[in-house]
Nanobody
């Protein structure tokens, strides 16, 4: 059974950096696109960044120029480097591994809290 687990969340002051990791298991990782979403209190879940299986990336406008995303297929990991963090980045961050070709599969982690204080 496939799964993904997030790690690396925590508390940081505005302007600081954090690195989130998403570790997959039980799947053919190279066949999956991986996305990071976040959900702040009383807000809808929103897409932050994603990386395709052929390493194309895209980002939410609110994080462009501050966040980067990368993947290591051998280690079955995706990293989200978050720089110049702002209080508005405070949220629970979720990793999702999505296979968009048959057989379609989608795996979500439990989330990791990121708190940015001003």
């Amino acid at each position: 059974q496939g799964q993904v687990v997030e790690s690396g969340g925590g508390s940081v002051q505005a302007g600081g950096s954090l690195r989130l990791s998403c570790t997959a298991s039980g799947i053919i990782f190279s066949m999956f696109n991986v996305a990071w979403y976040r959900q702040a209190p009383e807000s809808q879940r929103e897409l932050v960044a994603r990386i395709t299986n052929d390493e194309r990336t895209d980002f939410a406008d609110s994080v462009k120029g501050r966040f980067t995303i990368s993947r290591d297929n051998l280690k079955m990991k995706v990293h989200l480097e978050m720089n110049r963090l702002e209080p508005e980045d405070t949220a629970v961050y979720y990793c999702a591994a999505i296979r968009s070709t048959s057989p379609f599969r989608e795996y979500w982690g439990q989330g990791t809290q990121v708190t940015v204080s001003s």
